[in-house]
């Protein structure tokens, strides 16, 4: 049972335009989100994160927003870039946990 | 760089054999995480050291061990390998001992292949 999922397996976004991606979640334990980004060889690098006493962290040209009721999570990347095209992992930890429960990641392909 | 270091980078071995992965976590990092990504599939946890100790295991096979020296590296030991086995193996490492909003730091991977 995947309790964190991300449906979109890959997104093309336009040079300039806002990428939006989303993850959805199952276990109302989880209180810490992460977003990881992932080029090939290479691990995944921490992009930002949210706690579930907020709804909306910003970071630059990345912003990761927290629908609890919804249990679902998205980040916005504005504007997109050409060097943000990788794989973006969704992860998600319980209080009294420290191991990272992740999606399948959606690969991001932004065009010039 | 992450500053955690992974070792080798790429491992091929036949199965039934047995393998050693290595990782070094950043400096000041207690925590030590192993994870497996299998072909098209999220990182899977697998077990957690904290300063020498094991504080939570995943989804790891018996065939499958792990321990944290003094020096903080950590081993990941897999045996009588399948083919299955064939993944990629990320170390990730993080200051604290688990269960606080801390982010873990990866590694480059290992990537295992079993023939």
């Known amino acids: 049972d995947q309790q964190v999922k991300q449906n979109s397996p890959s997104l093309s976004v336009q040079e300039g335009r806002i990428s939006i991606l989303n993850c959805d979640y199952t276990n109302s334990m989880f209180d810490y989100f992460l977003w990881y980004k992932k080029y090939p060889a290479e691990g995944p690098t921490f992009l930002i994160s949210?706690?579930?006493i907020k709804d909306k962290n910003e970071d630059g040209r990345f912003t990761v927003f927290l629908n609890k009721s919804a249990k679902h999570l998205s980040l916005h990347i504005v504007p997109s870039q050409p060097g943000d095209s990788a794989v973006y992992f969704c992860?998600?930890?319980?209080w009294g946990t420290g191991n990272l429960i992740f999606g399948k990641g959606t690969k991001l392909s932004v065009k010039p | 760089d992450s500053g955690v270091t992974q070792t080798p980078k790429h491992l091929i071995t036949a199965t039934g054999q047995r393998v050693t992965l290595r990782c070094s976590p950043r400096?000041?990092?207690?925590?030590v995480y192993w994870y497996q990504q299998s072909l098209d599939q999220g990182l899977q946890f697998l077990i957690h050291?904290?300063?020498?100790?094991?504080?939570a295991k995943g989804n790891i096979l018996e065939r499958f061990s792990a321990q944290q020296f003094p020096d903080l590296h950590s081993e990941l030991n897999l045996s009588s390998l399948e083919l299955g086995d064939s993944a990629l193996y990320f170390c990730?490492?993080?200051?604290?001992?688990?269960?606080?909003?801390?982010?873990?730091?990866f590694g480059a991977g290992t990537r295992l292949s079993v023939l």
């Open positions: 949210i706690s579930s």
């Open positions: 050291y904290y300063n020498g100790e094991e504080r």
């Open positions: 992860a998600a930890s319980a």
């Open positions: 990730a490492s993080s200051v604290a001992s688990g269960g606080e909003r801390d982010i873990q730091y």
């Open positions: 400096s000041g990092d207690l925590s």
